[in-house]
């Protein structure tokens, strides 16, 4: 069965400092994995995707995710965050019908 | 070129009530699929729709259907309605045979937001 794991439940990060967003995942086959934003009262915007190839992927806003298979673990990271980041972020797996588990989400604060 | 979009946006309802959600898909999608978020959650799978049948179903009792239209909209119904039932209710479309695909993008719409009373 697919699960998603996001550690952390909230972050808090000042304006201009480097952030991470732990996701780790259990699926049977390959992952398709997703980094979704929601803020207050929205809906989900996609930030970034993986189906396959390089590990390493570049979303929108300037947040990138690296799959390690080998750990299971699809973090997301932003070098410099913006107050408008913050939000509620969503890792999500899913299958190739387009059934998705998220994570519990976490929500980060910027500070400034 | 509009997204997914749903009606209504929000909603309140009495313990026991009937409600149905509607959502119609980006254009060019052929399957939807819905969600419930409650508070301080992450969104659970309810079921998909594709080819006006429903294909997957997640861990929701019957009081939850749904129907999806030749022009591939598709509405979630509720019946009994408890006060647990009170969530965002997402809608997402697709195309059918894409994910895994670089270039498809399964989209969300806004939602509408349940409360139960």
């Known amino acids: 069965a697919q699960s998603v794991t996001q550690p952390d439940i909230h972050i808090t990060v000042s304006e201009g400092a480097s952030l991470e967003l732990r996701c780790n995942y259990s699926y049977g086959a390959t992952p398709y994995l997703f980094w979704y934003v929601q803020s207050p009262g929205q809906g989900l915007q996609l930030l970034l995707k993986?189906?396959?190839?390089?590990?390493l992927v570049q979303g929108i806003k300037g947040f990138e995710a690296e799959f390690k298979r080998s750990q299971s673990s699809f973090n997301l990271r932003k070098p410099s965050v913006h107050w408008s980041d913050a939000a509620e972020y969503f890792c999500a797996v899913g299958d190739s019908w387009g059934k998705f588990q998220f994570g519990a989400g976490t929500q980060v604060v910027v500070t400034p | 070129d509009a997204g997914v979009t749903q009606s209504p946006t929000h909603l309140i309802k009495t313990r026991g009530q009937q409600v149905t959600l509607r959502c119609s898909p980006k254009s060019g999608h052929d399957t939807v699929s819905w969600y419930q978020q409650a508070l301080g959650q992450g969104p659970q799978f309810i079921f998909q729709?594709?080819?006006?049948?429903?294909?997957q179903r997640g861990n929701f009792p019957d009081r939850f259907s749904g129907h999806q239209f030749p022009n591939y909209s598709s509405e979630l119904n509720v019946n009994a309605l408890l006060l647990g039932d009170s969530a965002l209710y997402l809608c997402?479309?697709?195309?059918?045979?894409?994910?895994?695909?670089?270039?498809?993008?399964?989209?969300f719409g806004e939602g509408s937001w349940l409360t139960v009373v």
């Open positions: 993986y189906f396959s190839g390089d590990t």
């Open positions: 729709y594709y080819e006006e049948e429903e294909r």
């Open positions: 997402a479309s697709s195309l059918e045979g894409t994910v895994g695909s670089s270039g498809n993008t399964i989209y």
